[in-house]
């Protein structure tokens, strides 16, 4: 079982669409968690990090289940320029870092 | 500006050559990190480095070599001993502020091809 497990997609969906993507992580000790965006051919960029109250960035909302272990993304009223390729992101006890394999996201006019 | 640089943006190996990648930083992170990127797929971490002068292997390191001489240089070569280099490298650092780790930047990536 991979660590941290991603559903690849792709998720492909109207603008203005919302979706959510999941992403369940197997060590129960991890501490941290965080959504990256990585466009085609180009460096992971950080999104945004997931706290345990749950956390809003304009249409983006990160919430955390520890007793489930998975964390979720909401995108409200999907734009062009979301499509890209969504990392899970999840720190051990160790501060390492563990990536997801990523859901691709492509929003159509 | 602050950032994280990688050098060549694209590089072509020979079957049997060694190749350096270069990896800068100018934010004053201790942490840096090589990863590995294959297409359609997660980050698989290679080396990293800590503190200047010492380096821990990751999940993928047989078949390459790091040094850590300076906190702003992280060097990743990749041996003749890797025998299927192909892929996106990818270097990283954190920062330490208030106890906790920053998150990570990444350099733009090298794109390592074997002919």
């Known amino acids: 079982r991979k660590e941290v497990e991603q559903d690849p997609g792709p998720f492909n969906v109207p603008e203005g669409a919302t979706v959510a993507f999941n992403c369940t992580y197997s060590?129960?000790?991890?501490?941290?968690f965080f959504w990256y965006r990585q466009d085609c051919r180009k460096e992971p960029k950080l999104l945004m990090s997931?706290?345990?109250s749950g956390n809003e960035d304009g249409r983006f909302t990160a919430q955390l289940n520890r007793a489930s272990q998975y964390i979720s993304l909401l995108i409200r009223d999907s734009k062009l320029s979301d499509s890209a390729t969504y990392l899970c992101?999840?720190?051990?006890?160790?501060?390492?870092?563990?990536f997801g394999g990523g859901t691709r996201l492509m929003v159509k006019p | 500006d602050g950032g994280i640089t990688q050098s060549p943006k694209y590089l072509f190996r020979k079957e049997g050559q060694n190749v350096t990648l270069s990896c800068e930083q100018n934010?004053?992170?201790?942490?840096m990190y090589w990863y590995r990127q294959d297409p359609g797929q997660g980050l698989r971490l290679i080396y990293y480095?800590?503190?200047?002068?010492?380096?821990q292997k990751g999940d993928i390191a047989e078949g390459y070599s790091v040094s850590r001489e300076k906190k702003e240089s992280f060097p990743l070569t990749v041996t003749s001993a890797q025998k299927n280099p192909t892929a996106f490298y990818l270097c990283?650092?954190?920062?330490?502020?208030?106890?906790?780790?920053?998150?990570?930047?990444f350099g733009q990536g090298t794109r390592l091809t074997v002919v």
């Open positions: 990283a650092s954190r920062g330490w502020e208030r106890g906790l780790y920053t998150e990570a930047f």
């Open positions: 060590n129960s000790a991890s501490q941290s």
């Open positions: 997931v706290y345990s």
């Open positions: 992101v999840v720190e051990d006890a160790g501060n390492m870092l563990t």
């Open positions: 934010l004053n992170h201790d942490a």
């Open positions: 480095s800590q503190i200047v002068n010492d380096f």
